[in-house]
């Protein structure tokens, strides 16, 4: 069975920095066959892609995120990492991890990021 566990969440200051992880059992975290990326959910909001590594190894970001946050992964202990720098409110929510596997598309339940002004 697959899961996928975020953790790092918190309360921060403006302009400070988190950590983010996922663990995941179950399935690895690549590379080659395995995409996997971060997403984003505002209260109210919808959730969106911010950080994502292809199954070729292309790694993208949003907008807002670009400069400031970076994806990364340790295969060998199957967890993704993503460095928040720099953060703003707006940045505030519940971010997922996601790991996309020949179609089928798996999610963590989420960890909690207040920034607060």
């Known amino acids: 069975q697959v899961q996928l566990v975020e953790s790092g969440g918190g309360l921060v200051e403006v302009g400070h920095s988190l950590n983010l992880s996922c663990v995941a059992s179950?399935?690895?975290?690549?590379?080659?066959?395995?995409?996997v990326g971060w997403y984003h959910q505002a209260p109210g909001a919808e959730r969106e892609e911010v950080a994502f590594?292809?199954?070729?190894?292309?790694?993208r970001y949003s907008g807002a995120a670009e400069g400031r946050f970076t994806i990364s992964r340790n295969i060998g202990k199957r967890t993704i990492y993503l460095q928040m720098n720099n953060l703003k409110p707006e940045d505030s929510g519940t971010y997922y991890c996601?790991?996309?596997?020949?179609?089928?598309?798996?999610w963590g339940k989420g960890t909690e990021v207040t920034v607060s002004a």
């Open positions: 996601r790991i996309n596997r020949f179609g089928q598309t798996y």
């Open positions: 179950g399935i690895t975290v690549g590379p080659g066959s395995n995409a």
């Open positions: 590594i292809t199954t070729g190894g292309t790694i």
